[in-house]
């Protein structure tokens, strides 16, 4: 999953070296936290929300299929 996010936001960044996601792994839940380059941000999260919600429902619809739930956080 973590391959998954860091690959989709990859293509959409100027600085794809600045990515960096850490994962936080539960029972039942996995946290993953996205830093990215302060520049890079807004195309990360994109107009209201657009772009970072598609990727929130990518990771979900892929972590039902396994039976968890996973979050995703957008930390500058």
Partial sequence: MKELIEFIVKALVDDPGAIDIKEISGDKITIYELRADKGDIGK?????????????????????????????????
Wanted: proline residues 0%; charged residues 30%.
């Fill in 44 to 76: 990360v999260i994109g107009k209201r929300g657009r772009t970072a919600g598609a990727i929130r429902t990518i990771i979900n619809a892929v972590s039902a299929r396994k039976g968890k739930r996973a979050v995703l956080e957008i930390i500058e």
